[in-house]
């Protein structure tokens, strides 16, 4: 009896290890493991299912033509870390984590300007907390046409672990063609 229940047991082992196909990363970044609740689950019909807080993205994971991931400093004074889809059609699609900048070295003007909008960014969520916490949820805005493109669609993360867990996402069904729900 005993050795049917070890041979169950290892029988059970390794057909779960073997659900994870080949080439699928099951860590995250810096090698660590990834837990259950921020995972994506694949799908069987072929679409890459973003679910935000700031709306719904899906796109057939055989029509993205590139994915990137770059950060850049804007304008002095934010930190921007930004997914970019590319596909064969006019929308660009852009996913983005900001935070205020602070420049490792640099003039005290700088280090003033970022104190002053870290203390305002931190009183303005105090108060919008009191009233809704809905306020304090980042928010995509736009100018037109100064700074974003009619056919452009934009989310932001609130956090950056959740802006790399979603590119792990994309990649993962870039690189298989495999659909995949993924969620803030």
Same mark, same amino acid.
């Given at each position: 009896m005993k050795t049917l229940l070890t041979v169950l047991t290892l029988f059970f082992t390794a057909s779960l290890h073997a659900q994870t196909a080949p080439g699928q990363n099951t860590t995250g970044q810096g090698g660590q493991q990834q837990s259950q609740g921020q995972a994506d689950e694949p799908t069987r019909d072929g679409l890459w299912d973003g679910r935000f807080s700031g709306g719904n993205y899906i796109v057939r994971c055989n029509s993205i033509i590139a994915l990137s991931k770059h950060e850049y400093i804007s304008d002095g004074v934010a930190r921007v870390v930004e997914v970019n889809l590319t596909l064969n059609s006019a929308q660009v699609v852009r996913f983005y984590f900001l935070e205020a900048y602070k420049p490792e070295t640099g003039s005290s003007t700088v280090g003033?300007?970022? +104190? $002053?909008?870290?203390?305002?960014?931190?009183?303005?969520?105090? +108060? $919008?907390g009191r009233v809704s916490p809905e306020l304090t949820t980042p928010k995509v805005v736009k100018n037109y046409p100064a700074s974003t493109h009619s056919h452009t669609v934009e989310f932001v993360l609130k956090e950056e672990a959740r802006l790399n867990a979603m590119f792990q996402s994309l990649e993962r069904g870039f690189r298989t063609g495999q659909g995949r729900v993924w969620k803030e």
């Open positions: 003033a300007g970022t +104190a $002053a909008l870290e203390r305002a960014k931190g009183m303005f969520e105090q +108060a $919008a």
